[in-house]
């Protein structure tokens, strides 16, 4: 049910009974679960992973999705707690506070416990009365999942992750706003003109959320685009549209990342050097598995030091992380065959704007004659000029008490001269290539003309 909890007066939490529910996210979609004859409760209708919380509720989330998934605590990786739902249900005369939690999950192949008797792995807006397939579903499982869905403002403080997995998050940001308009509205009230224009402002919220990703914008102007399209050849609602645009474009940036990775995966073998965590980088070189892969640990998130741990758990290579100042060093020593990173923009130039410290890498992978392949989906090429890049937190380099400034450039440009390839989904790009997919994607931006 989609409702908005319905606090009371004189609700005592001390009585209520509370619950965890996890969501477990991958491609965009969440694991929905039917709940057996075995519960005490709901049995027959759809919830995440959930159980009551018998004690802390971070530690009692991880037991439940082990026990009604089978999954263990390396496959599923915590995105965040959200605010408590409270509220109670009259059938049962119960009050309830659910706990809900989303994480990333690194498979869809779970193992059901005796609690359920069905799983299903859709989208969000499935949840929602009048979108979805008829699915009865838990009390106010929207209202849980909203209070950890992606937002504007999670796509702007997320530093863990690379922009291809942020442009996705973007695209469901509008996917589930298009998905509340649709449920909220009845044939009677629906207002085309209204709902185009919520989702544009919205849109234009995102298209500037993280100005440096190129991929961001690109696939939210896609979606616009072909909601557009669809809506003047289709002649229905804006957030019809949209909703079908956003998941349609999910899949396809899916799948190009995906097609990225793999077309990059038959270039790594031998001695392979990297830095930073881009999801596209890190499927090829699990898919590749080169004899052995050196990892810059890229301060000050030192987000290359998971990099490294989770090769060294999913290939048989032999992983060594190192500083980043020894990043020239490493690539004058050792028999290293090719440096590969990602980007979170390609410039119309060939140019390419990544991690603080790709540039430097780059360039000494060109000094020690090391060909250096950039891997990344066309999505990522900028239609603009110039790129804004962005700066982290100064107190990640320097929180003492003396007078003193402080950079911390979260991104670099690394000159087009100092990449040998650009590997895509399309296959491997010439420099000419790259303003001819500037061009076809400057056409996505005709959305926002008046």
Same mark, same amino acid.
């Given at each position: 049910?989609?409702?908005?909890?319905?606090?009371?007066?004189?609700?005592?939490?001390?009585?209520?009974?509370?619950?965890?529910?996890?969501?477990?996210?991958?491609?965009?979609?969440?694991?929905?679960?039917? !709940?057996?004859?075995?519960?005490?409760?709901?049995?027959?209708?759809?919830?995440?992973?959930?159980?009551?919380?018998?004690?802390?509720?971070?530690?009692?989330? !991880?037991?439940?999705?082990?026990?009604? @998934?089978?999954?263990? +605590?390396?496959?599923?990786?915590?995105?965040?707690?959200?605010? *408590?739902?409270?509220?109670?249900?009259?059938?049962?005369?119960?009050?309830?506070?659910?706990?809900?939690?989303?994480?990333?999950?690194?498979?869809?192949?779970?193992?059901?416990?005796?609690?359920?008797?069905?799983?299903?792995?859709?989208?969000?807006?499935?949840?929602?009365?009048?979108?979805?397939?008829?699915?009865?579903?838990?009390?106010?499982?929207?209202?849980?999942?909203?209070?950890?869905?992606?937002?504007?403002? *999670?796509?702007?403080?997320?530093?863990?992750?690379?922009?291809? *997995?942020?442009?996705?998050?973007?695209?469901?940001?509008?996917?589930?706003?298009?998905?509340?308009?649709?449920?909220? !509205?009845?044939?009677?009230?629906?207002?085309?003109?209204?709902e185009w224009d919520e989702l544009a402002a919205l849109a234009d919220?995102?298209?500037?959320?993280?100005?440096?990703?190129?991929?961001?914008?690109?696939?939210?102007?896609?979606?616009?685009?072909?909601?557009?399209?669809?809506?003047?050849?289709?002649?229905?609602?804006?957030?019809?549209?949209?909703?079908?645009?956003?998941?349609?474009?999910? %899949?396809?940036?899916?799948?190009?990342?995906?097609?990225?990775?793999?077309?990059?995966?038959?270039?790594?073998?031998?001695?392979?050097? @990297?830095?930073?965590?881009?999801?596209?980088?890190?499927?090829?070189?699990?898919?590749?598995?080169?004899?052995?892969?050196?990892?810059?640990?890229?301060?000050?998130?030192?987000?290359?030091?998971?990099?490294?741990?989770?090769?060294?758990?999913? @290939? +048989?290579?032999?992983?060594?992380?190192?500083? %980043?100042?020894?990043?020239?060093?490493?690539?004058?020593?050792?028999?290293?065959?090719?440096?590969?990173?990602?980007?979170?923009?390609?410039?119309?130039?060939?140019?390419?704007?990544?991690?603080?410290?790709?540039?430097?890498?780059?360039?000494?992978?060109?000094?020690?004659?090391?060909?250096?392949?950039?891997?990344?989906?066309?999505?990522?090429? *900028?239609?603009?000029?110039?790129?804004?890049?962005?700066?982290?937190?100064?107190?990640?380099?320097? %929180?003492?008490?003396?007078?003193?400034?402080?950079?911390?450039?979260?991104?670099?440009?690394?000159?087009?001269?100092?990449?040998?390839?650009?590997? @895509?989904?399309?296959?491997?790009?010439?420099? %000419?290539?790259?303003?001819?997919? +500037?061009?076809?994607?400057?056409?996505?931006?005709?959305?926002?003309?008046?």
């Amino acid at each position: 049910m989609r409702d908005s909890p319905t606090a009371h007066d004189g609700h005592d939490e001390a009585s209520a009974s509370h619950v965890v529910t996890a969501f477990l996210r991958t491609r965009g979609e969440v694991l929905l679960l039917r !709940r057996s004859d075995a519960v005490g409760t709901y049995s027959g209708q759809w919830g995440g992973v959930s159980g009551f919380a018998e004690g802390r509720p971070d530690e009692q989330v !991880r037991a439940e999705i082990r026990e009604e @998934t089978g999954l263990e +605590a390396a496959a599923v990786s915590l995105v965040r707690a959200g605010r *408590s739902v409270e509220f109670t249900d009259p059938a049962l005369g119960r009050e309830w506070v659910v706990h809900p939690y989303l994480f990333d999950c690194e498979t869809r192949e779970i193992e059901l416990s005796e609690e359920h008797d069905a799983a299903e792995w859709v989208a969000p807006t499935e949840l929602l009365e009048s979108v979805g397939d008829d699915r009865e579903t838990v009390p106010e499982l929207w209202t849980a999942y909203d209070r950890v869905a992606p937002t504007v403002r *999670s796509i702007a403080a997320d530093d863990d992750h690379g922009a291809a *997995s942020l442009s996705v998050r973007a695209l469901e940001v509008l996917r589930d706003r298009a998905g509340v308009i649709v449920a909220d !509205r009845s044939d009677s009230d629906a207002d085309p003109a209204a709902e185009w224009d919520e989702l544009a402002a919205l849109a234009d919220r995102l298209l500037e959320v993280r100005p440096s990703m190129a991929v961001l914008r690109n696939r939210v102007n896609r979606t616009m685009a072909d909601a557009d399209d669809r809506d003047r050849a289709a002649g229905r609602a804006g957030a019809s549209a949209v909703l079908e645009s956003a998941l349609s474009n999910i %899949d396809r940036a899916l799948s190009a990342d995906a097609d990225a990775a793999a077309t990059a995966s038959d270039r790594l073998d031998g001695t392979v050097a @990297t830095l930073s965590r881009s999801g596209t980088v890190l499927e090829a070189l699990e898919t590749a598995e080169p004899s052995r892969v050196f990892v810059a640990e890229s301060r000050p998130a030192c987000e290359g030091v998971a990099v490294a741990e989770r090769l060294a758990e999913t @290939t +048989a290579g032999t992983v060594t992380v190192h500083t %980043d100042a020894a990043a020239a060093h490493v690539l004058a020593c050792n028999a290293i065959s090719r440096v590969v990173v990602g980007a979170d923009t390609v410039r119309p130039d060939g140019s390419v704007v990544n991690k603080a410290g790709t540039r430097a890498l780059a360039i000494a992978a060109d000094h020690e004659g090391i060909p250096v392949s950039v891997v990344a989906a066309t999505d990522k090429v *900028s239609t603009r000029e110039d790129v804004n890049l962005e700066d982290g937190a100064r107190s990640a380099v320097y %929180d003492g008490d003396a007078q003193l400034d402080a950079l911390n450039p979260t991104f670099d440009v690394t000159p087009a001269d100092c990449i040998d390839e650009i590997v @895509t989904e399309r296959g491997v790009l010439e420099s %000419d290539d790259i303003a001819v997919i +500037a061009e076809e994607l400057r056409g996505l931006e005709t959305w926002r003309a008046p």
